[in-house]
């Protein structure tokens, strides 16, 4: 009887001492926050529906944040003649009628944001061709952490 309570009694204190080791500060804290895109930012190009010219340079800019890392971002720029959204802005843009497209701008690239950085300032040159389709489009910018969370802002702009 006195060894079953001494059993008992052992896996008692390896059962607290295994709670309490698991709820140690030491734990690496879990990210569950998303990173932010600040289009509110000063400088920041493209806002909901910024009007560019074809045959020009633009430039990109806006600043990212996160609560422990960045990870990458994404842009992509691709024709909205079917009025299609991924808007993320409460504002509606003046859209053109529906048209078919013969030769519209299709733009994707990926950038990975040097490591460590939880505040990042994007910068990046842009072309947009003479001969391509003028009208609506949309301009996607997609910011993934660390983590892997990812953020969205959905852009309605027009290129003349």
Known sequence: MKTIKIVKLALLHISMAFFFTA????????????????????????????????????????????????????????????????????????ADPIKKPINPMLYINSVTIPAG???????????????????DYHFLIRLTDKEGWQTIKGLSIKIL
């Open 23 to 94: 709820c140690s500060s030491d734990s690496p804290e879990i990210d569950t926050e998303y990173p932010v895109i600040d289009i509110s930012a000063v400088n920041t190009f493209p806002v909901q529906c910024s009007e560019i010219t074809r045959g020009q340079k633009i430039m990109f800019r806006t600043k990212f944040t996160d609560n422990t890392e960045l990870g990458s971002y994404s842009l992509d720029i691709h024709h909205n003649f079917d009025h299609h959204t991924h808007s993320t802005e409460v504002n509606d843009c003046v």
């Open 117 to 135: 950085q939880k505040s990042y300032e994007a910068v990046q040159e842009i072309n947009i061709p003479q001969d391509i389709d003028p009208g």
